[in-house]
């Protein structure tokens, strides 16, 4: 069974920073992309960031140079560092992944993933 489990959610000030982890099991961590989106109220899924099961990352460009993504293949956890962060960033933050097999590269669209995790809320005070 493919478990996701976020973690690292709280309330920041603006301009302030926070690390997201994703924890995963019941899947071979290293021959799956992970990808990060984030939804707030109202608003659809977007993505926001996603790294291949190669190491290749790809970030829409709304946190582009705000925040990296990474991944530790020995401990199945992929992290997201969230740095001047703003009021705009405010959503609750998912964990989503999908082997290689069935898609090679990091894809910016849900359909591109098969498990979700349940998700971490993010909420900057401005």
């Known amino acids: 069974q493919v478990r996701l489990v976020e973690s690292g959610g709280g309330l920041v000030q603006a301009g302030g920073s926070l690390r997201l982890s994703c924890v995963a099991s019941?899947?071979?961590?290293?021959?799956?992309?992970i990808g990060w989106f984030r939804q707030a109220p109202g608003q659809e899924r977007k993505f926001v960031a996603g790294?291949?099961?190669?190491?290749?990352?790809l970030y829409s460009d709304f946190v582009e140079g705000r925040f990296t993504i990474s991944r530790d293949n020995a401990n199945n956890t992929a992290s997201l560092q969230m740095s001047s962060l703003q009021s705009e960033d405010t959503a609750n933050y998912y964990c989503?992944?999908?082997?290689?097999?069935?898609?090679?590269?990091?894809?910016?669209?849900?359909?591109?993933?098969?498990?979700w995790g349940q998700g971490t809320q993010v909420t900057v005070s401005s």
């Open positions: 989503t992944t999908v082997s290689k097999e069935v898609v090679k590269v990091v894809d910016a669209e849900e359909r591109g993933y098969n498990w």
């Open positions: 019941g899947i071979t961590f290293n021959r799956y992309n």
């Open positions: 790294i291949s099961w190669n190491g290749i990352s």
